[in-house]
């Protein structure tokens, strides 16, 4: 039997209205950009222009100010100002969505559920509430019309983009932006998220001091996602500890993030600092947010490996091997120079046998800008790289994970930890684990 009519799938006139007021509130950037104003004042213009247009393309601006070799460094260091924290939205709303996905008796199946929003942020907001059997829950209410608004401001992106392109021609971003949009969309549907809960708790099985919230079936939907409600404090809250509890907590943040991208080929896309809350005395990490997953065909995982061992092995033909299979193209001796300026960097703590922090004196906000800017240097006199779209949330998350560690001081032997996570690895290995772990939460792949 078909399912019903989705009432807000994609509607038309919710797109066309979105683009409207994003249009009128891009207006300002664009007649910067003509008046011929200076590549700062036309950055900042953008920024608050996409601040006014709050929603899906305000997230995304965000996410690729992390990305540090995407974007010119005044656009990126513009957007990183922008706060994905909106306003919630009133009971009224409240009361319509969760009628709309439970049923008019939708309060008769929680003990108790809170009128005011726990948080809010660009695309919903989530609320406490209580189990008829004690647990405490977090119910997750996406907003009205989300996807139609993704799709408008996908479509503004790739206007935003050709003309970053047109002023600085040395990245080429059309998959980066089909990644995004891919990303995205699937960030829109609950019930992928719900799966991807719980595939992170199989992968982490393993490791007791790693938790994920347990996803409730029966009171989830496409656009309402309830789960198990996990207490601690965020990672802010722990930056005055002493270097002993700092360290265990980066520790249990590596294992959270190289332990299933290793093991699985998934990574968590999305290492915001607020996805992240740990028990008294740091002894247990809590991952929070699972919208923003990626799992990747087992080839690309080859290339990651491969890469670390080439520049351990200073092997040329192993580290230009390993930019074809992600993907890059036109591989001249200049560009897989440029391309390895980035890998030394990204890579560096992992091919060192000490105890060190990621960066030395790097503030955690600019790690990585001084190398991309560099890369971008060379990148302009060979034309438009094409950016694979595999590539983006590795970088992404890569970077995001490296911020952390900056912000929390930790001082590891990260070379130690890679080594043992990628001891004895094998694409057969790796990809049957893939396999087994996604049919048995119900996911596809892309490989």
């Known amino acids: 039997m078909s399912e019903p009519p989705d009432p807000e799938r994609n509607r038309i006139s919710a797109r066309i209205g979105r683009v409207a007021r994003v249009g009128a509130n891009m207006s300002s950037a664009v007649g910067a950009r003509v ?42 260091e513009e957007f990183r100002k922008l706060q994905a924290h909106a306003p919630a939205m009133g009971w009224p709303f409240v009361q319509r969505r969760m009628r ?16 005011e929003a726990a948080a809010a942020a660009s695309l919903g ?27 408008a401001d996908l479509g503004q992106l790739k206007l935003l983009l050709g003309l970053f392109k047109s002023m600085d021609g040395s990245i080429d971003s059309s998959e980066a932006v089909l990644e995004v949009g891919e990303r995205l969309r699937e ?27 347990e996803p409730i079936d029966a009171l989830s939907t496409k656009r ?8 601690g404090r965020g990672l802010m809250h722990w930056l005055a500890e002493p270097q002993e509890t700092r360290n265990r907590i980066a520790e249990l943040l590596f294992k959270a993030w190289w332990g299933p991208m290793t093991h699985y080929g998934v990574i968590h896309g999305d290492p915001h600092l607020g996805n992240y809350a740990l028990t008294d005395n740091a002894e247990r990490l809590h991952l929070l947010d ?15 490996v491969g890469l670390y061992r080439g520049l351990k092995a200073a092997d040329r033909d192993q580290i230009a091997h390993a930019y074809e299979i992600w993907g890059f193209k036109n591989l001249s001796p200049p560009l897989i120079e ?24 790097v503030p955690p906000a600019e790690y990585g800008r001084r190398e991309a800017f560099e890369v971008r240097k060379r990148l302009k006199t060979l034309g438009p790289v094409l950016i694979p779209r595999e590539f983006v949330f590795m970088d992404r998350a890569a970077i995001g994970l490296g911020a952390a560690f900056l912000h929390l001081r930790a001082e590891l032997n990260f070379g130690r930890m890679f080594a043992e996570s990628v001891a004895g690895f094998s694409t057969e290995a790796m990809a049957a684990r893939q396999a087994e772990a996604v049919a048995r939460v119900g996911l596809a792949t892309d490989a």
């Not at 995304?60 to 992390?66: G, I, K, M, R």
């Not at 309402?224 to 207490?231: E, I, N, P, R, S």
């Open 338 to 361: 440029a391309l390895t300026m980035w890998a030394r960097f990204i890579y560096g703590p992992l091919l060192d046998d000490r105890v060190r922090t990621i960066a030395d004196d």
């Open 290 to 304: 699972f919208g923003c997953v990626r799992i990747f065909p087992p080839r690309f995982l080859d290339g990651v």
């Open 224 to 231: 309402l996602l309830t789960m198990t409600w996990l207490d």
């Open 35 to 76: 008046m011929g104003r200076d590549e700062a004042a036309l950055a900042r213009a953008l920024r608050e222009a996409l601040g006014r247009s709050k929603g899906p393309l305000m997230k995304v601006a965000q996410l690729l100010s992390t990305i540090p070799d995407l974007l010119p460094q005044a656009y990126a």
């Open 187 to 213: 960030e829109l549907d609950y019930a992928r998220e719900l799966k991807h809960m719980r595939l992170f708790a199989l992968m982490l099985a393993d490791e007791p001091r790693i938790r994920t919230p």
């Open 100 to 115: 709309a996905e439970l049923g008019d008796d939708w309060e008769s199946r929680f003990a108790s559920f809170e009128h």
């Open 125 to 151: 907001q989530v609320h406490r509430a209580v189990a008829h059997d004690g647990r405490a829950l977090a119910c997750k209410l996406q907003y009205p019309d989300m996807a139609s608004a993704v799709e």
